[in-house]
């Protein structure tokens, strides 16, 4: 396994392996890695020749100082499950400096409105952030394929339109939700989580599935009414939104059509720890 922290290292390296037919799959990460970055990275490895993974905490995408700083460090653990996965991946972990240089702050994009419901409503210029580092590293890396998880739903929907806007040559792939056995669905942040309570916080994913069989015959809004109704119930719960929208265009729905996809969305504390998860409806 061969590691870079510099830029202007990892381009070179990559400049000697890169030609016709190879093909380059990038797994973007903020570490502490779990069987959801893995399973991208075991994608990756069986679509792409060479496999680069990244690990960076970065920093513009956080809203709040103290979840930034709140963020696990677990780079010895992560390169250790890493070497498991294969032997052959190339590890990018760069400071803050040698992605930002002096100027550690957000670019400025478009995204049609994207990154303004949900998350993004919640989390103000987390995309902003989002789409700074990931431009960074597309830029760096230059892959071919770059593999991001279902859970960040809509961080996935924004990293296509950035693709659409910018013309970068890369198809992105949206990867399934990696989910523990009792259906929490895989996040560095569920460590935070005590015992019982990361069991108990299976009630998001089986309110989320209960909600998909209602959606065949209710409407969107009495839906998202009887969801809210259900966390209203659970004292150790704190649930933050639950949307319906359209799964293209993250749109509230006003009437069911029959050729759209809709995906339900949920962010919901649990002991003071923020979980978000979704799920297709139809
Ligand atoms: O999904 C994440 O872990 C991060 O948002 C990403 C894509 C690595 C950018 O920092």
């Not at 523990?180 to 916080?201: C, F, Q, T, V, Y």
Request: hydrophobic share 40%; proline share 4%; glycine share 4%.
């Amino acid at each position: 396994m061969l590691l870079f922290s510099s830029k202007k290292e990892l381009i070179a390296h990559l400049a000697t392996l890169k030609n016709t037919s190879t093909t380059v799959g990038l797994v973007p990460t903020m570490g502490a890695l779990h069987k959801g970055h893995l399973s991208l990275i075991k994608k990756a490895i069986s679509e792409t020749k060479v496999v680069v993974v990244s690990i960076f905490v970065n920093p513009t995408q956080f809203d709040n100082q103290d979840d930034l700083k709140k963020y696990p460090d677990t780079l010895d653990a992560d390169l250790a499950s890493l070497k498991n996965v294969s032997e052959e991946l190339i590890v990018f972990t760069p400071s803050a400096i040698e992605l930002y240089s002096n100027n550690i702050s957000s670019k400025e994009y478009d995204f049609d409105g994207l990154d303004k419901t949900m998350e993004g409503k919640y989390r103000s210029n987390h995309f902003l952030g989002v789409a700074t580092v990931v431009e960074k590293l597309f830029s760096i890396v230059q892959p071919n394929k770059a593999y991001f998880g279902e859970k960040d739903f809509q961080q996935l929907l924004i990293i296509k339109k950035l693709i659409e806007n910018t013309n970068m040559p890369i198809e992105i792939i949206g990867c399934p939700i990696v989910r523990e056995p009792h259906g929490l669905a895989m996040s560095s942040r569920n460590e935070r989580l005590p015992k019982d309570l990361r069991i108990k916080a299976s009630f998001i994913y089986e309110t989320l599935l209960a909600a998909k069989e209602i959606f065949g015959t209710k409407s969107a809004t009495n839906v998202m009414n009887w969801v809210k109704n259900k966390f209203g119930k659970q004292p150790e719960f704190d649930l933050e939104y639950v949307k319906i929208t359209d799964q293209e265009t993250l749109n509230p729905i006003k009437r069911k059509q029959k050729n759209t996809k809709y995906r339900a969305f949920i962010a919901v504390y649990v002991d003071g720890v923020r979980l978000i998860d979704n799920i297709a409806l139809n």
